[in-house]
């Protein structure tokens, strides 16, 4: 990378950094959904899975559905009745 960086990538991580800012927008300290807490209510704690890691073996190949489609199409018209032999 270059001494100077380049506003394409500097712009993005400004926003990111900017949506993580810890400003009070108004949410309880300990409510974590944003919606401000009323006097004598409490938000119940949200439910965590906690997995531990292993190792799996996972296939080079990946399989997906979808539609190919070309960039450009040529629809052919012959004056002449028969069979294309090569297309160059």
């Not at 990378?1 to 009070?24: E, H, I, K, Q, S």
């Not at 807490?37 to 965590?48: D, F, I, L, S």
């Amino acid at each position: 990378m270059t001494a100077r960086t380049r506003p394409t990538v500097l712009f993005p991580l400004l926003l990111a950094l900017a949506a993580c800012g810890g400003g009070d927008d108004g949410a309880a300290a300990g409510d974590a959904g944003g919606a401000p807490a009323t006097e004598g209510t409490a938000t119940p704690p949200t439910a965590v899975r906690v997995e531990t890691p292993r190792v799996e073996i996972v296939p080079d190949t990946l399989e997906v559905t979808g539609h190919l489609v070309a960039e450009s199409e040529t629809a052919l018209a012959f004056k002449v009745p028969g069979y294309v032999d090569e297309l160059r």
